[in-house]
């Protein structure tokens, strides 16, 4: 494949025009595409039907006789006892550090975050919202609704790259030892959204043993993709929590996890998994917040996946669906990109994305580009804090919800965009040394 960076000006004003050609092609067919959405499609959602009618008129007590159609009783705060004993097998915890939530583990992260600043985590001197500044430190590119809690909450933001297994550790570690003022990371340790990488074990144990200013730092461990594989070879992550015992910092992480993409987003079950102290502190403050979470929710999806079995058997049906949207995309993009020196992507072994990182400077240029000719891909910037991608390159490609043929077309459109963005720039580097 040609190297676009090892040609001269008038290659690449050649390959240009032939691109160009394409690209007015494309926007003559008036495409009308979304590739912004990380959601699951419509045959997903079919194949978990039988979530939505598993449980009869005459199915609504748990295991030991409570009525989930009632309030309480208080015990249940944290959930119906065999919906703890499922997710935290699923979160690799004990039931005993696990509290089963409401639709959403954002809400989850919101809240905890809320509750740090007003009233501390489990052992902070001072709530977090009374200290003159809160930092957080976010590997990036990122989740965009992490970054926007913080942006809420008036939390600043340090941008930490990402490395191929995960943060830039030595970054991280020396910020966190200085700064008393950092008082959290945000972290998506299984195939993370956008990169799709599964942080390594060295990773998940320097996170576990790092000397941190702030006596009540906190790891925000958003393992929304923990079951998400889609080969037979799926990645591993070491159990930060026991980690984090080992090391002598128990209370060191909140980890998260929701059934969002494995049964119905915004209708399943969310989680956060601790310590014991974290988990009894939060309890004491959930109280007063709420009675209990949906119980009879909990009970469908305990009735409806039984057991862990049932939850990899039905991730392999997802995988099923999703993997040659995955497979389409990243055919595309190595018939398109690969060997130009324009483009770089990762391949997944899980997860909901696909991330492409075009020449420095190019990205918004390439979505800008696909969006004039009809399809739409998430914001340049949106995998970074603010928005603002310091070397605007990042691309989020979510492959999980539209028809295969549209991501075709989609992501042909794409590569011919990136093509263009990448050889204006190298010819106007070229013209510049004229
Ligand atoms: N965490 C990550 C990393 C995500 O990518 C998403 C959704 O895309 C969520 C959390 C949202 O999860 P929930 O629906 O449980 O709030």
Redesign the pocket.
């Known amino acids: 494949m040609k190297d676009y960076t090892k040609m001269n000006i008038l290659e690449l004003q050649a390959n240009l025009s032939n691109l160009q050609e394409r690209y007015n092609k494309f926007k003559s067919q008036r495409l009308n595409l979304d590739m912004q959405r ?2 699951p499609c419509p045959e997903q959602l079919d194949i978990l039907n039988g979530l939505i009618d598993c449980l009869s008129s005459e199915e609504y007590r748990t295991l030991d006789g409570t009525d989930c159609r009632n309030y309480g009783p208080p015990a249940f705060l944290d959930g119906i006892p065999e919906a703890k004993e499922l997710f935290s097998q699923m979160l690799e915890v004990s039931p005993k550090e696990i509290i089963i939530g409401g ?7 919101h809240d905890t975050i809320a509750r740090a600043m007003l009233k501390g985590v489990f052992g902070s001197e001072v709530p977090w919202g009374k200290l003159p500044k809160v930092k957080f430190l976010c590997p990036s590119p ?2 965009d ?2 970054f926007a809690i913080c942006e809420f909450f008036g939390i600043e933001m340090i941008v930490v790259d990402m490395k191929c297994d995960g943060p830039d550790m030595d970054a991280v570690e020396s910020l966190v030892a200085e700064d008393e003022e950092i008082k959290g990371i945000w972290c ?1 340790p299984m195939y ?2 956008p990169q799709g990488i599964t942080y390594s074990d060295k990773v998940v144990d320097r996170f576990a043993r790092m000397k941190t200013k702030a006596a009540d730092f906190r790891i925000f461990w ?1 393992n ?2 923990c079951v998400h594989h889609l080969t037979d070879k799926p990645d591993r992550l070491k159990n930060i929590l026991y980690a984090c015992k080992d090391a002598g910092n128990p209370d060191r992480v909140f980890i ?6 494995i049964s119905f ?2 209708a ?1 079950v ?1 989680m956060i998994a601790a310590s014991e102290s974290n988990i009894n502190f939060i309890k004491k403050q959930m109280s007063v917040q709420t009675i209990g979470p949906d119980k009879i929710n909990q009970l469908r999806h305990v009735k409806y996946f039984k057991n862990m079995e049932g939850i990899r058997a039905q991730m392999k049906k997802n995988a099923a669906v999703l993997k040659p949207k995955f497979d389409a995309v990243l055919e595309i993009l190595e018939r398109e990109l690969g060997g130009t020196n324009v483009g770089w992507w990762n391949k997944p072994n899980g ?3 696909i991330s492409l990182d075009t020449l420095d400077g190019c990205a918004k240029r390439t979505v800008a580009m696909a969006l004039e000719a009809g399809v739409a891909f998430t914001k340049a910037g949106a995998t970074y804090p603010y928005g603002k991608d310091p070397r605007d390159r990042n691309i989020r490609i979510a492959p999980t919800y539209p028809p295969i043929e549209e991501i075709r077309k989609a992501i042909e459109l794409l590569c011919i965009c990136v093509q263009i963005a990448g050889i204006e720039k190298l010819i106007k580097e070229k013209e510049s040394y004229v």
Do not use: E, I, Q
Request: aromatic share 16%; no cysteine.
């Open positions: 990380g959601k639709n959403s583990s954002l809400n989850l992260m990122g989740y609704r992490h998506v993370s959204n958003d929304a993709y998260f996890g929701s059934t969002s993409k987003p915004g399943g969310s997860g909901y994305f």
